[in-house]
T-cell receptor
Framework: KQEVTQIPAALSVPEGENLVLNCSFTDSAIYNLQWFRQDPGKGLTSLLLIQSSQREQTSGRLNASLDKSSGRSTLYIAASQPGDSATYLCAVRDMDSNYQLIWGAGTKLIIKP | NAGVTQTPKFRVLKTGQSMTLLCAQDMNHEYMYWYRQDPGMGLRLIHYSVGEGTTAKGEVPDGYNVSRLKKQNFLLGLESAAPSQTSVYFC????????????FGSGTRLTVV
């Protein structure tokens, strides 16, 4: 059964730093991996979708990488800003649970001004 | 472009009351999902639908019913609300196939007293 882990559970860094959030999964038989952001009391906003055949995807200051063989994905945030403060979730669409996403528990990110 | 719209955004119910949560999407997506999110539990799938007129159980279906009479709408019903159903409910949708990301609604915060 697929399991998705996000480490660390919480992270606090000063504004301006580059940072990396980690997501690991136990079964490499996946279709894709999606990164979301959730602000307190709000819904989930899709950040990046990376297919199993891709190595990375970029959107603005965000870059997501995928190493399927090692079961790892990273979300790189460049030049962090206080507005980046949120909980970041990764979710895997794996081949055994075709219609469903398998979720990590999230990383709560705080960017200090 | 509205995306996924959930109504209502907030609701307080008394134990034993019934209600229906509505999810509407305007992206012509075939697949739709209902999740609940609780502190420390992450996102859990309640029910999902892979097309008009079809529904299936997710991880935590007890106490809920769903209907998908129209492709763009997915209804979540609580027949007899219980305090354990106090949660934030999210609807999501995606296109048929495995290569697409999910789009989420902004959520419904439900309190059962």
């Amino acid at each position: 059964k697929q399991e998705v882990t996000q480490i660390p559970a919480a992270l606090s860094v000063p504004e301006g730093e580059n940072l990396v959030l980690n997501c690991s999964f136990t079964d490499s038989a996946i279709y894709n991996l999606q990164w979301f952001r959730q602000d307190p009391g709000k819904g989930l906003t899709s950040l990046l979708l990376i297919q199993s055949s891709q190595r990375e995807q970029t959107s603005g200051r965000l870059n997501a990488s995928l190493d399927k063989s090692s079961g790892r994905s990273t979300l790189y945030i460049a030049a962090s800003q206080p507005g980046d403060s949120a909980t970041y979730l990764c979710a895997v669409r794996d081949m055994d649970s075709n219609y469903q996403l398998i979720w990590g528990a999230g990383t709560k990110l705080i960017i200090k001004p | 472009n509205a995306g996924v719209t959930q109504t209502p955004k907030f609701r307080v119910l008394k134990t034993g009351q019934s209600m229906t949560l509505l999810c509407a999407q305007d992206m012509n997506h075939e697949y739709m999902y209902w999740y609940r999110q609780d502190p420390g539990m992450g996102l859990r799938l309640i029910h999902y639908s892979v097309g008009e007129g079809t529904t299936a159980k997710g991880e935590v279906p007890d106490g809920y019913n769903v209907s998908r009479l129209k492709k763009q709408n997915f209804l979540l019903g609580l027949e007899s609300a219980a305090p354990s159903q106090t949660s934030v409910y999210f609807c999501a949708s995606t296109r048929r196939g495995v290569n697409y990301g999910y789009t989420f609604g902004s959520g419904t915060r439900l309190t059962v007293v």
